[in-house]
């Protein structure tokens, strides 16, 4: 399978050849050339920035549209703990969880009750491998994907586990066939998603050949076809949650080092907060911690690029809802354990290297700061690059020119124009 | 004529991932019985903040409820460190709570308050290094 899918794509009708996006994506993976924005596959995280700031919408996410539930016979539907946050006077989630049922799914299964699971997995395995520390959460698609580009010598801290998403499709797919009888082929265990990372975590899996999950719907897709529901659901009596405070609580910034029950840990959402915090870590700066989360977007999945909802207001919602649920209702049983380690390791691919040797790389390298030289410094974005330095990188691979920089173009045209003159 | 039913629950002061149980099975189960709902949420409410109580200062304990046609009384029993300044502990914003209980919400100091605003009888009987019974009771609409 390729292993560089990307869930962000361009809308290159809408694409105007700004330099908004180029500027803000924090693994400078897009260029603009010939008056549209492209994205270099290797660098990209999935982390939606280019979304969020593009000013003309041409920055889109993919995901599967709702009628993927047509493709199967039983449909499950794992809700994402952020979207509890997406609606207004709640206070019981029961009332989403039927209402799902109503907009068509056969049956729910809470992606928050995996969590908590997750969360026993993690307080054992960390309690049990004190040497290790500090772990890091790899429940962020983004981030485990910077990690694995940027910083493989934090690979060793990932927590081993897959995220509770998987697991909960794993669960959810069993209990369906348990309930109905059919073939796994014909249930279709369909998640509702925040943001397109997670897409990429389906079709692109890292640390297993595929995914349990079959298909990838978006929570802002999804709000609109639920809304009409929730009214009849809020008298019913069926009851299909099963999870508690800690389950919920990983929708937001802070929740998952929560269900720890520990004290030393970090939780930092934001891209460049999460960047920051890696290159601190990777300097050996946090020592005594034992766990940091971190989220690559602001405020956590709530702040996703396919929510609804401001991520601060949802994040109160949940705190909200989260108020008088028992600490947890999804336990271990002992059969669990074995299944949810991860089976592939993450490796290391060094996109960023410039050579295929040491050698080559320093040579590349010094050509890179040679050019940096004569180019003005300005960082403008003109040539289509984010940096003077990332242009000098990309002339070295062989991917731009000197003359793409139109302060040097500019500067060439004036001796010309000099030389004819005086001729 | 009027029935009593009775419902015990054993709070395990050993695990903390389970705190909280006890009041939402006491919940679901006033929810089969037809109660008023306003009357579950104040009972559920304050058992909560009760059990809760128990698991991190007390190191569990036993609850005990009975549901009449009048009201639902409960009875929190523990045989923790015991409450040595009930004034103060009754004080919005005061908790002797741990830091790693701090993040899913706990500690904000609103427990006992909060029981005393949601039912409409309580009392407190405690002694330091022997335990502490609280007794509540909501009344049915």
Same mark, same amino acid.
């Given at each position: 399978m390729d292993k560089f899918i990307n869930s962000v794509r361009l809308d290159s009708d809408l694409c105007k050849g700004c330099i908004n996006c180029i500027k803000r994506c924090p693994t400078q993976a897009i260029r603009v050339s010939n008056g549209k924005a492209r994205i270099i596959r290797e660098f990209c995280i999935d982390c939606g920035e280019c979304i969020r700031v593009c000013p003309h919408h041409a920055k889109k996410a993919t995901y599967d549209s709702l009628d993927i539930m047509n493709k199967f016979e039983y449909t499950v539907a794992l809700p994402a703990p952020s979207f509890y946050g997406q609606f207004n006077n709640l206070d019981d989630i029961n009332i989403i969880l039927r209402a799902l049922k109503l907009m068509g799914f056969d049956d729910v299964y809470e992606v928050s009750g995996a969590a908590e699971l997750v969360s026993e997995m993690s307080r054992n395995y960390i309690d049990n491998h004190k040497d290790k520390r500090p772990f890091i959460s790899s429940a962020c698609p983004s981030v485990v994907r910077l990690i694995r580009v940027r910083f493989p010598n934090l690979i060793e801290h990932l927590l081993p586990f897959y995220e509770p998403m998987e697991i909960a499709a794993s669960m959810a797919k069993d209990k369906a066939v348990r309930d109905t009888g059919l073939s796994p082929d014909k249930i279709g265990v369909i998640f509702i998603s925040p943001c397109p990372a997670k897409v990429t975590s389906v079709y692109a899996p890292l640390g297993r050949d595929h995914s349990s999950v079959d298909g990838v719907v978006a929570i802002k897709e999804v709000y609109p076809e639920i809304l009409p529901f929730m009214k009849q659901t809020a008298d019913e009596e069926e009851e299909l949650a099963i999870s508690g405070k800690i389950g919920i609580s990983w929708g937001g910034s802070g929740g998952e080092a929560g269900g720890l029950l520990i004290d030393s840990y970090l939780a930092a959402d934001g891209i460049e907060n999460v960047i920051r915090v890696l290159e601190d870590l990777e300097d050996q700066k946090f020592s005594d911690l034992e766990f940091i989360e971190l989220n690559a977007c602001s405020g956590g999945c709530v702040g996703g690029v396919l929510q609804v909802e401001n991520p601060y207001v949802a994040k109160s919602r949940i705190k909200r809802l989260r108020r008088y649920l028992p600490v947890a209702k999804m336990h271990l049983e002992d059969d669990i354990n074995e299944k949810q380690y991860m089976n592939k390791k993450i490796r290391y691919e060094p996109v960023f290297k410039l050579g295929t040797s040491m050698l080559e790389s320093l040579h590349m390298m010094a050509q890179v700061e040679e050019i940096c030289k004569r180019l003005p410094g300005l960082d403008c974005g003109s040539c289509g690059a984010p940096t003077c330095k990332a242009l000098a990188e990309d002339i070295v691979r062989g991917d731009a020119k000197e003359s793409d920089c139109i302060h040097l173009l500019r500067e060439y045209l004036h001796k010309i124009s000099d030389d004819l003159n005086s001729f | 004529m009027s029935d009593i039913i009775h419902l015990s629950y054993m709070v395990d002061g050993d695990d903390f991932t389970r705190a909280g149980e006890?009041?939402?099975? $006491? =919940?679901?189960? $006033? =929810?089969?019985? %037809?109660?008023? /709902?306003?009357?579950?949420? =104040?009972? +559920?409410?304050?058992?909560?903040?009760? &059990?809760?109580?128990? @698991?991190?200062?007390?190191?569990?304990? #036993?609850? &005990? @409820?009975? @549901? !009449?046609?009048?009201?639902?009384?409960?009875? $929190?029993?523990?045989?923790? /460190?015991?409450?040595?300044?009930?004034?103060?502990?009754? #004080? +919005?914003?005061?908790? #002797?709570?741990? &830091?790693?209980?701090?993040? $899913?919400?706990? %500690? +904000? %100091?609103? %427990?006992? /308050?909060?029981?005393?605003?949601? !039912?409409?009888?309580?009392?407190?009987d405690t002694a330091v290094g022997k335990g502490t019974t609280i007794t509540m009771d909501v009344q049915m609409k």
């Open positions: - | 006890a009041s939402s099975d $006491l =919940k679901s189960k $006033l =929810k089969q019985m %037809g109660v008023d /709902p306003e009357v579950i949420r =104040k009972v +559920a409410i304050a058992m909560y903040e009760g &059990e809760i109580n128990m @698991v991190i200062h007390a190191h569990g304990g #036993t609850i &005990e @409820v009975d @549901v !009449s046609e009048d009201k639902v009384v409960m009875v $929190l029993k523990d045989n923790g /460190p015991g409450i040595s300044d009930i004034k103060k502990a009754m #004080t +919005a914003g005061y908790s #002797t709570a741990s &830091e790693n209980v701090r993040s $899913l919400g706990f %500690g +904000a %100091g609103m %427990g006992l /308050p909060n029981m005393d605003k949601y !039912s409409d009888n309580m009392k407190i």
